[in-house]
T-cell receptor
């Protein structure tokens, strides 16, 4: 069974803390994505990566960075968490090839920044 | 301009009836893909159906079908014979570009409630 695993389902952090959200997939997928989901705004793409050590900015990259040192792992980093980064974060992966590649999602990480 | 527009407020449908969830999109690409995902209250995102821009026939997957009207840039999801388990949030999404530049853009979602 294919799987995308996010390290933490729930996190509570303080303003200014550095936050790491980890995502691991076991499908040997090239592409990995980080989205955040907020009520009324749907899913917004933060960063994505199509290969090891490669990264591309999504629609809302400000305040975030990412790391892809290994193919199976894609980390989202909040250098200095702020309250407006309180959200649900969803990691996803997809295989290579044509447009038909669907995304496989993790269960999400709900982050609260106090 | 929004790439994916889902404007319906919360939708309600009676069990066993059909329901249509609207989605319009905006792209200048000739080659693109359209997706629908379901997100139940548990939070996981479940892939439902895919339509390629060059596909001549509407996609179908079991009780799900996609009413693809290319000229109108709409990709409505039709759920037939609604079940209580269909109550969830539904997201329309579009993939533009290929290879390294390919990414999926989501709409804001529609909440569907199925009444017994």
């Amino acid at each position: 069974d294919v799987k995308v695993t996010q390290s933490s389902r729930y996190l509570v952090k303080r303003t200014g803390e550095k936050v790491f959200l980890e995502c691991v997939q076991d499908m040997d997928h090239e592409n990995m994505f980080w989205y955040r989901q907020d009520p009324g705004l749907g899913l917004r793409l933060i960063y994505f990566s199509y290969d090891v050590k490669m990264k591309e900015k999504g629609d809302i990259p400000e305040g975030y960075s990412v790391s892809r040192e290994k193919k199976e792992r894609f980390s989202l980093i909040l250098e200095s968490a702020s309250t407006n980064q309180t959200s649900m974060y969803l990691c996803a992966s997809s295989g290579p090839g044509p447009l038909s590649g669907e995304l496989f999602f993790g269960e999400g990480s709900r982050l609260t920044v106090l | 301009a929004q790439k994916i527009t889902q404007t319906q407020p919360g939708m309600f449908v009676q069990e066993k009836e059909a329901v249509t969830l609207d989605c319009t999109y905006d792209t200048s690409d000739q080659s693109y893909g359209l997706f629908w995902y379901k997100q139940p209250s548990s939070g996981e995102m479940i892939f439902l159906i895919y339509q390629g821009s060059y596909d001549e026939q509407n996609a179908t997957e079991g009780r799900y079908s996609l009413n693809f009207q290319k000229a109108r840039k709409s990709a409505n999801l039709v759920i037939s014979a609604s079940q209580l388990g269909d109550s969830a949030m539904y997201f329309c999404a579009m993939r533009e570009g290929k290879g390294a530049n390919s990414k999926l853009t989501f709409g804001k979602g529609i909440t569907l409630s199925v009444r017994p």
